[in-house]
Structure formats: structure tokens, C-alpha cells
């Protein structure tokens, strides 16, 4: 069932080498009291997910400033995403649902994306206020689409 507005947004747990060069288990209720902006990507290093995830993070002191951490979550390995963020500066945590546990429990699981590929997240972004509660959902229609960057920045301030 697909969450909405007005949801407890689902916790989890997912391994990130970004930003650190370590590896850390990122939780959701690591950010308690906190805005969070959960962006789901279909891939690393693809044209659309490459300037989603640049923009977010080129915008990350933005989101800061309104008291709200960017997440960006894909079904890619750790190591692809740190070589993704080493290699287009981002500076935002990229966290490996690679299991695919967070896309089911957020009902953002992309059957199909492209070349037979099965199984990635749609492109989606959930704001998540400071008591856990969903107060912002876009699901693209394709994932050749883009968020639409001024309502997630409304919908984060």
C-alpha cells in the first residue's frame, strides 16, 4: 500500500559510505527531531539520477539552513555509490537499499527500469517532518522525470 500524507514514515536501517569514507549504518531515527528529505534514485551514474542527486547535493547548505538532512537511497552497493558520489562530488549520504527492504517498505519498487534491469526504486522523494510524519510525496511517472525541485524546497521549509 502506498504511503501518503499524514503517515508515520517506515524506520530502516541502511549501510552508507557517503559521506564518510568508513562505512556506517544509517538509521532514519538517527534524525530525530530533524526534516528529512528521502530521495530515492532508479541508478548510479545514469544521466537523469546523476543530475537529480548533483542538484541535491549542490543544494544541500539550503536544506541545512531549514533545519533538513538529504538521504539518498538506491538499490546499488555500497562500493557503486561511493564511487558515484566520489566521482560528481556529492556530498549528501547515499545509502545502499541493495536488499531491497526500504523501496518495498516505502512501496516505491520499480518492476522494470531499463536493459531488463529489475527491481530498482522509482524515482521518488518523501519530506518527512521532525516527528517522523510524511508531509511531502512525489513519485515520478517515469524515471526519466524529474522531482519538481521547488515544491520539495517548499515542502521542506
Do not use: W
Not at 528521502?38 to 541545512?64: H, I, R, W
Not at 527492504?101 to 519498487?109: A, T
Not at 521518488?124 to 520539495?152: M, R
Amino acid at each position: 500500500m502506498a504511503l501518503k500524507i499524514g503517515d508515520k514514515a517506515p524506520d530502516f536501517t541502511l549501510p552508507s559510505f557517503t559521506p564518510s569514507p568508513d562505512i556506517a549504518n544509517i538509521s532514519l531515527a538517527d534524525y530525530k527531531g530533524k526534516k528529512i528529505v528521502l530521495v530515492f534514485f532508479p541508478q548510479a551514474f545514469t544521466g537523469v539520477c546523476t543530475t537529480e542527486m548533483c542538484t541535491m547535493s549542490d543544494n544541500f547548505n539550503q536544506y541545512k539552513s531549514m533545519n533538513a538532512e538529504v538521504l539518498g537511497i538506491s538499490v546499488d552497493g555500497t562500493f557503486v555509490q561511493k564511487a558515484f558520489a566520489a566521482a560528481n562530488k556529492i556530498t549528501v549520504p547515499l545509502l545502499s537499499d541493495y536488499n531491497r527492504e526500504v523501496v518495498n517498505k516505502y512501496d516505491v519498487l520499480l518492476p522494470e527500469f531499463a536493459h531488463g534491469m529489475k527491481g530498482t526504486s522509482q524515482r521518488a522523494v518523501f519530506v518527512i517532518d521532525e516527528n517522523g510524519v510524511i508531509k511531502y510525496v512525489e513519485v515520478t511517472k517515469s524515471p526519466g522525470d524529474l522531482p519538481d525541485f521547488a515544491a520539495l524546497k517548499n515542502a521542506a521549509a
